[in-house]
């Protein structure tokens, strides 16, 4: 089958090198509307199908493809779905920005239907959705509230990120809502200028309504090590795991996500996992 | 010697929050903001230590909310302009708009300075409500370098229409002559009222925000008794007092100003968290020479405590990991690895 990419920035490229790695496509166009951008320059060297006629350049080419990956902003991501959604009846819209379009999908989570406009959430909310709701689903009423704290290397955070924090924050929020049913919960995001760059790191904080039991924390450490092993296929390098609690009230799961390397350096897992979860969907859409 | 107008903000409510893990009360605010008030003091910032929107498990839990905390502070002040500060990932637009709401004067939009270009929402809505926005530089020592890098983060809040911007250094590693060399250099590329905003690590606060000043600051934070995260801010009742020596007309009623200090340490008799004066112990000036973020210290209390470490070889621990405000969930992970090797 066929697909198009829409955004050069970081997403985009390294969306265009997994495509060509997964061996599903036949045929993958990356457009932008800026012949002059970083992006653009980079597609140009390595010889990649590119175009810089922007949103209408995707409309002429919409015929034979089957998969619309948007790589662009949240902002860029409600102009464009505007333009295409009466034209997208029989495709697939992978949303990869933060924006609220789209039904939320987590491979982990949602395996075997994939909705036709489909939204990734965020790297914050595809990292933590499948381990807040495996822990939700045990600890049950006694949880009380959910915490998120991201921590990302400076270099990973391009434009549309910096830009986009606000969206960040509130579509994550809304997912781990709509999805895990947790409604006290709070997502907060660090960008680490340190050098050499740090890996992309999650730290959640649990809290619950009284001490947790021994029971609760080996299902829990069960069910952890179950979410690493699934999530390895599609991100070899995803680890959670406990820290012995302190307060016995707070439960603390920290994530390292380092990535696979392809465009993108390894520490910045949180755009790796983005185009990597998008990929490995893409693998059970035939045409 | 020194000819600029000189506005002193108070931060003692928003900054000394850290040195009581966020747990000033209504009560505190009201008595404080009215005595404040009689003292003269013309900016008084409220809220979590690490501003609007912060209370959160990672960075310790405010006792009351942003809501309280503002329309308390509101209710007492009459003439002294009231102002926040608001970090990108921790506050959402959602956030400024309750404060806009609670009659907020000042909107204080600060990150770690090299990542200055994450205020753009918050400085763009700030400005489409018409409200009163400044930048802050925390951190500032990261962009202090040969290549002048503060330069191009001053270029890039200037650019988005901020007139007010505040170098913030949060580490308290700033030494006089880097104060001088800061302030020239900006002065001599723009147009922009400037601020400083000292911690005490070693011993200069006052002293970096006399030549702060003297190079060009219009407004210079500071908190009574130093109250602040780690070593302390910049002692208002000494700054005050400094000024008047140098002939630097602040209108601040200085007896007033000693009561309020005097007074001060009582507000806490009921609370759970104990009053200490904000003191350089050996961990904050190790704190400062690493760069890390003096509001770091409780944690890194906290955590070492617990798990039983030696709080040198913490901050240690914490500095190789080049750490910065806002990570504080990442402390414990640190010496957590720490434990692990011993």
Known sequence: MNCIIIGTG????????????????????IFNQDKNSEGAKYCLKKKFNYSSKGIEGVIKNLKDTKIIFDATSAKSNIFILKKLRKLINNKYFINLTPSINGEYVIPYINTNKIPQITNLITCGGQTSIPVINEVKN???????????????????AGKATRDNIDEYITNTERAIRKITKVNKIKVMININPAEPPVNMMNSLFFELTKDISKEDLKKIKNSISKINSRIKIYMPKYNASIFETIEKKILRISIEVIGHGDSLPTYAGNLDIMTSSAVHLSNSIHD | MIKNKLIISDVTLRDGNHAVNHSISREIIKKYCEEAEKANIKIIEVGHGNGLGASSLSIGKSLITDKVALTTARKALKKAKLSIHSIPGFSRITDLQKAID????????GTNSTEIDTVYSQVKFCNKKKVEVWGVLMMAHLVYNKKKDYLKKIKYLVDLGVKTIIIMDSAGIFLPGDIKEIFTNIKKKFKVNLGFHGHNNFGTAVWNSVIAHKYGAKIIDASIKGFGAGAGNTQLDILATVMARLNMKT????????SLAKVFPTYFKKNVIKYKNPYSEPKNIMSANYGLFSGFASKVDYYSDKLNLDDIEAFKAIGKKKLVAGQEDLIINALYNLKKKK
Do not use: Q
């Not at chain 2, 209108?251 to 000693?258: D, V």
């Open chain 1, 10 to 29: 970081k997403i985009g490229v390294d969306l265009y090198i997994k495509c060509l790695k997964s061996k599903n496509f036949k045929r993958i166009f």
């Open chain 1, 138 to 156: 045990i600890l049950g009423p006694k949880l009380k509230y959910v915490e998120l704290v991201s921590n990302i290397a400076a270099k990973s």
């Open chain 2, 102 to 109: 609670c009659g907020v004067d000042i909107f204080r939009i």
């Open chain 2, 251 to 258: 209108n601040i009623n200085l007896n007033r100003l000693y």
